[in-house]
């Protein structure tokens, strides 16, 4: 798989074009380096020759305009949460944008996907959406996952990064936070982008809601969340978990990334 290949994907659930998250696959796409995707699943086998002809609208648009050197179009039939990881390596997609409000279902999927899922809306400012990023860190692990995809949008794209600290009593805790914090920093050092440590008054296990608090008090466009996800035991247990995290998150940017799967990670950087 070589370094312009890889793509950001775009969902379409039907045509009426995603605009804004095709404004936002197409900024990140540029900052990335990366090419783009529009994709749909019809779940009834049949053919939807009016969301492929917006796909081919939309695709004109962003080669006329954009440096974006390649848009592929997928529409498929079958059932999205099956054909789901053939997708993602058949047409070597890094990360998926949804709308927040209109496509909040497609999160029941994040549990089975090897790549993260964005969700965003038009309450998303531009200006920040890639420029300014906050993710927390616990003593859970998966916070090397929340600072491997804020690297990878800073490293090119000169972004502010927060990272919000857990401050938990236990001392084994805070020996794996310390741990996590060295490798999170010497990642960051070597692309010399700006970034901050905020600490947190509190313990890992109420970071995720302070995180959405604080970008909700600050510049922060982007909240990078990772969660370790298992469909059986949040579906069951903790009905509307999914939604609850894009509802956190008001008029933020989300990403979202399933640190029990092994993730794809990206080409050339």
């Not at 020759?49 to 050197?69: H, N, R, T, V």
């Not at 927040?100 to 790549?115: N, P, T, V």
Request: net charge neutral; aromatic share 10%; glycine share 2%.
């Amino acid at each position: 798989m070589s370094y312009q290949e890889q793509r950001i994907c775009v969902w379409f659930e039907n045509e009426q074009a995603p605009l804004t998250q095709i404004t936002h696959a197409t900024l990140l796409a540029e900052v990335m380096q990366k090419e783009l995707c529009f994709y749909h699943i019809s779940p009834n086998n049949t053919n939807h020759p009016s969301i492929e002809k917006e796909m081919e609208k939309q695709k004109a648009l962003i080669l006329d305009k954009d440096p974006i050197q390649r848009v592929t179009i997928d529409v498929s039939c079958g059932e999205y949460d099956k054909m789901l990881i053939e997708k993602i390596e058949a047409l070597d997609l890094l990360l998926f944008i949804f709308d927040k409000q209109r496509d909040h279902k497609k999160l029941q999927s994040l549990g089975e996907s090897a790549i993260p899922y964005l969700f965003t809306d038009e309450q998303v400012d531009i200006h920040t959406i890639f420029k300014d990023i906050i993710f927390p860190i616990g003593y859970m692990k998966r916070a090397k996952d929340s600072a491997l995809w804020a690297s990878y949008i800073a490293r090119y794209n000169q972004t502010n990064v927060t990272i919000l600290r857990a401050n938990d009593s236990d001392e084994k805790d805070k020996k794996l936070i310390d741990a996590h914090l060295y490798s999170i920093e010497n990642l960051f050092d070597k692309f010399k982008f700006p970034y901050e440590i905020e600490p947190f008054p509190h313990a890992s296990w109420s970071l995720t809601s302070a995180t959405y608090k604080r970008a909700q008090k600050s510049d922060h466009g982007l909240i990078i969340m990772a969660l370790s996800l298992d469909n059986d035991f949040i579906t069951k247990l903790i009905p509307g978990y999914y939604k609850k995290h894009i509802k956190k998150s008001k008029n933020r940017a989300l990403l979202l990334i399933n640190s029990k799967r092994d993730l794809y990670t990206m080409c050339g950087g």
